[in-house]
């Protein structure tokens, strides 16, 4: 085979994600899995019901549409309508996606050419890095720091440069929990303008906040016509393994994710896309019942943390909490979760994996809450005995 490695450039040292190292020593440890953001507990039983149903009623089971069934692209629209005050056509506006990662994956394709910088905030989920190698670009970390992990927005001007062709922001922010306010959302915007640079925003956990609200870029002055919006049913419907996410643009910016992703999965999903129809049109109540219930679990989790002597910044959204370990003696994420398992019996995530400035993310480690109750109790009371 030559000398030549196997795996490309762009992908080198790329390898396993964090999260199988983790889910696979957990796995192996019988710990509690604090690691990966999944919930223990399915989504409405009536949404899984109408996916049983489109399967034996025969609705999706061969290849659905390119862009996705109609009735899901209607139902996108109306969900951004009710929530974000944002109207998109169904028709050329709106893309359905093999989950979150893959609009990620099909934008980052399309819209960057080799060379180009993209500006993305640091920690970076993981699929980021990966994506924009594989278009050949470059990323530019803007690094958020504890303990709070506003950007600066200084900073991010003064990374712009002629090269610059696109941003990529995540709001609510994986892993630190950080949610952007709208004076930082509209000095993004403005530099965006100024700059005439495209935006793509990751909103998989916007139904997720508990502090203040979610608001969209796209919604801003000159905001539409560049803005990339990316979310998911995953996360805000409890169904991470249906991979259901879509894009909303204006209809160019569509026409150009959709070229890349029809070559990617082509089409994905078929009878959960009628379930994720249902979903988005539930009621308020779904909305609100699930952010109690998890602002609940946040403060749980955060609690017991704390007594057990972690640093923990209380997220504003998402379901994870960031913590610093350097109170209880330790300085180093990576190996303080590798020992964890063997320790006291929970899983957890190392920041330093989401951040190129490695001695930014060295102390921070991430707990998902998005557990039963008696779940996070018991890795409570084991991570007491740290
Ligand atoms: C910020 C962020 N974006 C995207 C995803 C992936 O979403 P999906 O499962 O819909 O592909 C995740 C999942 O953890 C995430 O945290």
Same mark, same amino acid.
């Given at each position: 085979?030559?000398?030549?490695?196997?795996?490309?450039?762009?992908?080198?040292?790329?390898?396993?994600?964090?999260?199988?190292?983790?889910?696979?020593?957990?796995?192996?440890?019988?710990?509690?899995?604090?690691?990966?953001?999944?919930?223990?507990?399915?989504?409405?039983?009536?949404?899984?019901?109408?996916?049983?149903?489109?399967?034996?009623?025969?609705?999706?089971?061969?290849?659905?549409?390119?862009?996705?069934?109609?009735?899901?692209?209607?139902?996108?629209?109306?969900?951004?309508?009710?929530?974000?005050?944002?109207?998109? @056509?169904?028709?050329? +506006?709106? #893309? $359905?996606?093999? !989950? &979150?990662?893959?609009? %990620? *994956? =099909?934008?980052?394709?399309?819209?960057?050419?080799?060379?180009?910088?993209?500006?993305?905030?640091?920690?970076?989920?993981?699929?980021?890095?990966?994506?924009?190698?594989?278009?050949?670009?470059?990323?530019?970390?803007?690094?958020?720091?504890?303990?709070?992990?506003?950007?600066?927005?200084?900073?991010?001007?003064?990374?712009?440069?002629?090269?610059?062709?696109?941003?990529?922001?995540?709001?609510?922010?994986?892993?630190?929990?950080?949610?952007?306010?709208?004076?930082?959302?509209?000095?993004?915007?403005?530099?965006?303008?100024?700059?005439?640079?495209?935006?793509?925003? @990751?909103?998989?956990? +916007?139904? #997720? $906040?508990?502090? !203040? &609200?979610?608001?969209? %870029? *796209? =919604?801003?002055?000159?905001?539409?016509?560049?803005?990339?919006?990316?979310?998911?049913?995953?996360?805000?419907?409890?169904?991470?393994?249906?991979?259901?996410?879509?894009?909303?643009?204006?209809?160019?910016?569509?026409?150009?994710?959709?070229?890349?992703?029809?070559?990617?999965?082509?089409?994905?999903?078929?009878?959960?896309?009628?379930?994720?129809?249902?979903?988005?049109?539930?009621?308020?109540?779904?909305?609100?019942?699930?952010?109690?219930?998890?602002?609940?679990?946040?403060?749980?989790?955060?609690?017991?943390?704390?007594?057990?002597?972690?640093?923990?910044?209380?997220?504003?959204?998402?379901?994870?909490?960031?913590?610093?370990?350097?109170?209880?003696?330790?300085?180093?994420?990576?190996?303080?979760?590798?020992?964890?398992?063997?320790?006291?019996?929970?899983?957890?995530?190392?920041?330093?994996?989401?951040?190129?400035?490695?001695?930014?993310?060295?102390?921070?480690?991430?707990?998902?809450?998005?557990?039963?109750?008696?779940?996070?109790?018991?890795?409570?009371?084991?991570?007491?005995?740290?």
């Amino acid at each position: 085979m030559g000398t030549r490695p196997l795996l490309n450039r762009r992908l080198a040292g790329m390898g396993t994600t964090i999260f199988a190292e983790m889910s696979a020593l957990a796995t192996a440890t019988g710990s509690i899995n604090l690691g990966q953001g999944f919930p223990d507990t399915d989504g409405p039983a009536s949404v899984a019901r109408a996916a049983a149903d489109a399967v034996l009623a025969g609705r999706g089971n061969q290849y659905p549409p390119g862009p996705g069934i109609p009735e899901l692209r209607t139902a996108i629209a109306e969900h951004q309508q009710r929530f974000r005050g944002l109207a998109y @056509d169904p028709d050329t +506006e709106v #893309l $359905v996606t093999a !989950g &979150a990662t893959e609009a %990620i *994956a =099909a934008a980052l394709l399309a819209l960057l050419e080799p060379g180009d910088e993209v500006i993305a905030l640091e920690p970076f989920y993981d699929s980021y890095a990966a994506c924009i190698a594989m278009a050949g670009a470059v990323r530019v970390p803007l690094t958020l720091r504890a303990p709070d992990f506003r950007p600066d927005l200084d900073r991010l001007r003064s990374l712009v440069t002629p090269r610059t062709r696109l941003l990529l922001l995540n709001s609510p922010h994986n892993p630190t929990g950080m949610v952007l306010s709208p004076g930082e959302l509209a000095a993004i915007a403005a530099l965006a303008v100024e700059h005439d640079l495209l935006v793509i925003t @990751d909103e998989v956990y +916007e139904h #997720l $906040v508990f502090s !203040g &609200a979610h608001h969209p %870029i *796209a =919604a801003l002055p000159g905001m539409r016509e560049r803005t990339v919006s990316i979310s998911s049913a995953g996360k805000t419907f409890s169904f991470t393994g249906w991979k259901v996410g879509w894009v909303t643009a204006s209809a160019p910016l569509v026409a150009a994710v959709r070229t890349a992703k029809q070559y990617l999965t082509y089409v994905s999903a078929g009878p959960f896309q009628y379930a994720v129809a249902d979903a988005l049109r539930l009621p308020d109540a779904y909305f609100d019942d699930f952010r109690a219930d998890l602002l609940r679990k946040r403060d749980l989790l955060a609690d017991g943390l704390s007594a057990a002597g972690f640093r923990v910044f209380r997220p504003e959204g998402t379901y994870f909490i960031t913590t610093d370990i350097t109170p209880l003696g330790e300085k180093d994420g990576i190996e303080f979760c590798r020992a964890l398992p063997a320790r006291c019996g929970v899983v957890a995530i190392p920041n330093a994996v989401f951040y190129d400035d490695t001695e930014a993310g060295r102390p921070l480690v991430r707990f998902t809450f998005c557990k039963q109750v008696d779940v996070l109790e018991e890795a409570v009371t084991r991570l007491g005995r740290l």
